[in-house]
């Protein structure tokens, strides 16, 4: 096989050129997963350093002056400072650090310059994980740290006892994994037990910055593009027989107040419980949910649920009263609580009073259609209730030509009115919005309630995945009697949303769509099994908190166990393990050649087999004592020649297969 001839050249580099071509690859994989999160002008400048050093180290040239050093690192300090304002936190940092790594580079002439290089790579390395977590960010970091390793070690290999004064990565890189390999018990058993306490453990404050998801409040037109976004919003896993996905409604924030343009919340009220105006019955859900991060304080739980979420340790829960509820800080991290719900329940007060008056405010001048439609149905069915005015509207929805799509077309200033009898078509914002405002015409309390409706069941771990295209609006209507009953317009519109789940697709990629189209099944599956890997990395790896922790510990003894008795036990542990390594060590240092012990090994074979071996003598006098034996006198000599024939990298393969072939000699009994 002929190699290109690129390759060909670049085995004829030196060594310390080589070394730094692989060195500057490692820094460009590590960094590669950060140019989404870096300033344009950054991934730009590194590349163009990293490319820059390349050709230096490709023709043996000259590095640059520090005069051009010190420029290059004003304009970098100067434009991080005009990109961010400032040099600290999170985003700031991790420009600063990538480009210092780049520029660190252009002087590397000595090994202290070496291992600065190999700092900033690590710290680089770690910083991806202040934008993502994610299994394939891990697999990446795992990839990159396996290559600083190879480098770390490759530059601390002489250049003598190699041919041509070259230290092959190839042993570089057994030796790095063996490394980590004997490394990964300990990280381990750190992971297991180091105590996670705030501030220690966690990602910084900022790292959620720009989040997507749901909003406080809601312009008509503004959910639609969470249809877009496939990603996940939060994974359920029911704890017995799941309710029907049309009654999967996961709330979240409701809003009471309409300024003709945007739906927001009404001022909270915690001074009223709100589970007072809260009955349920019929049996219980009960369920686990683990919420993606969203910089949010909402927990999205089922409709209703009447006690708090079991939350991890340090995080509480409170009701709002529109039965929302609410952490004590956002969700920055993964967080896993469990729920109980009933899905029978009625919720409000039974009677008419004041506080119901501001579900029925509208700002003036807004949806004139609406409010004489309103007028309309009122004089068309004189002393309807609740109930009827509702199914009346429904009715209209159903057949009256409107259409559910995420293309409706730009709204104007009267949302309620174009949809009612201009465009007739949107999403299901548009549709709770009109359907609230035409309520509220009819003098009838009216809200708007956003969350998540449905799911998706992934047959590989059995969870329930809910992603931010499952984003919903309904509305919630008050009668004499019932309270606040959920009704849900966007199903009289499209039934297949609620009933059958049936979705507006975002667009796939290409991959994606070759992938459906050839074969649909396939491309299920392989996203479920995907899901559920990443659910499996979330659960025991992300989700590991201070709570597992102390229930390990249970496990194994503790009757009330702090997080004091975690830091004894890892303490404890940490001794064994020093002391068994020091053992090990004081036995290798007696043992240190390979060579000699695989002799030595073979002079006491000998003498089991009464052939006396003097304690010194060579293998090639050892062969003379047994030159009736030939496999034993070969085998012999070749371990004399590979002790003193002139130096060779393939030596440590040649010793393995010299102690394979000793395990196959025939020895008498």
Not at 283 to 299: A, D, K
Not at 301 to 319: F, H, N, R
Request: with cysteine.
């Amino acid at each position: 096989m002929r190699w290109p001839s690129s390759f060909t050249s670049l085995s004829h580099l030196p060594r310390d050129s080589r070394d730094t071509l692989f060195l500057l690859a490692v820094i460009a994989w590590v960094v590669l997963p950060q140019v989404g999160n870096l300033p344009v002008w950054c991934a730009l400048a590194t590349a163009a350093v990293l490319v820059w050093r390349g050709w230096l180290a490709w023709g043996s040239r000259p590095l640059p002056s520090r005069w051009w050093l010190a420029v290059l690192l004003g304009a970098a300090l100067a434009a991080t400072l005009a990109t961010h304002k400032t040099l600290l936190g999170r985003d700031a940092g991790v420009t600063l650090i990538v480009v210092l790594l780049a520029l660190k580079t252009l002087e590397l002439r000595a090994r202290r310059d070496a291992f600065v290089v190999f700092f900033l790579g690590f710290f680089t390395m770690l910083s991806n994980f202040f934008f993502s977590q994610s299994l394939l960010t891990a697999v990446a970091m795992l990839v990159a740290l396996l290559g600083l390793l190879t480098a770390l070690v490759n530059a601390h290999m002489p250049n003598s006892g190699l041919v041509d004064h070259k230290a092959p990565l190839r042993e570089a890189a057994r030796i790095a994994g063996g490394m980590a390999l004997l490394g990964a018990p300990i990280m381990a058993v750190l992971f297991v037990l180091f105590p996670r306490m705030a501030p220690l453990w966690g990602v910084p404050s900022d790292a959620m910055a720009g989040r997507s998801g749901l909003s406080a409040s809601m312009q008509v037109g503004t959910m639609a593009s969470l249809a877009l976004d496939d990603s996940i919003a939060m994974r359920v896993r029911f704890d017995g027989v799941p309710p029907a996905q049309r009654d999967l409604y996961f709330r979240g924030p409701v809003l009471s107040l309409f300024d003709g343009r945007e739906w927001l919340p009404q001022a909270r009220d915690f001074a009223r419980p709100a589970a007072r105006d809260l009955q349920v019955s019929g049996p219980p859900v009960g369920y686990q949910v683990t919420l993606e991060p969203s910089n949010r304080p909402w927990l999205l739980a089922l409709e209703a649920t009447p006690q708090a979420p079991t939350l991890p340790a340090g995080v509480s829960a409170v009701m709002t009263t529109d039965l929302q509820w609410l952490a004590s800080r956002p969700t920055t991290e993964l967080l896993r609580y469990q729920a109980q719900s009933y899905p029978q329940f009625r919720y409000g007060p039974p009677r008419a009073n004041l506080d119901l008056q501001r579900y029925v405010d509208l700002p003036p001048g807004f949806n004139p259609r609406t409010l004489q439609l309103a007028a309309d149905l009122r004089r068309a069915q004189p002393g309807a209730d609740t109930a009827a005015l509702v199914q009346t509207v429904l009715t209209r929805l159903r057949t009256g030509g409107y259409l559910y799509t995420l293309e409706p077309g730009l709204y104007g200033r009267d949302t309620a009115d174009e949809f009612w009898f201009d465009r007739k078509a949107g999403f299901c914002e548009h549709i709770a919005s009109s359907f609230v405002v035409l309520m509220r015409a009819l003098d009838i309390p009216a809200r708007v309630v956003t969350g998540y409706q449905g799911g998706e069941l992934n047959g590989v771990d059995g969870f329930w995945v809910v992603r931010q295209s499952d984003a919903h609006a309904w509305a919630e209507v008050w009668s004499s009697g019932q309270g606040w009953t959920r009704v849900d317009p966007t199903g009289a519109v499209s039934p297949g949303r609620v009933g059958s789940f049936t979705r507006l697709q975002a667009p796939r990629g290409a991959i994606a769509n070759t992938l459906a189209n050839v074969s649909p099944d396939t491309a299920r599956r392989l996203r479920a099994a995907w899901d559920a890997l990443n659910n499996g990395w979330n659960q025991w790896v992300l989700n590991y908190s201070q709570s597992q922790q102390l229930n390990l510990l249970k496990n194994i003894g503790f009757d009330s166990p702090e997080w004091e008795d975690l830091g004894k036990l890892l303490a404890g542990l940490l001794v064994l393990a020093s002391l068994g390594g020091a053992a090990w060590a004081q036995w290798e240092r007696r043992q240190h050649d390979p060579w000699l012990r695989l002799l030595e090994q073979a002079r006491r074979k000998m003498a089991k087999t009464g052939i006396a071996v003097p304690p010194s003598a060579a293998p090639r006098q050892m062969a003379a004592l047994v030159a009736d034996r030939p496999a034993l006198r070969d085998w012999l000599l070749q371990m004399e020649h590979l002790r003193y024939a002139p130096p060779n990298p393939d030596r440590p393969d040649k010793l393995v297969a010299l102690r394979r072939a000793f395990k196959r000699l025939v020895w008498p009994r």
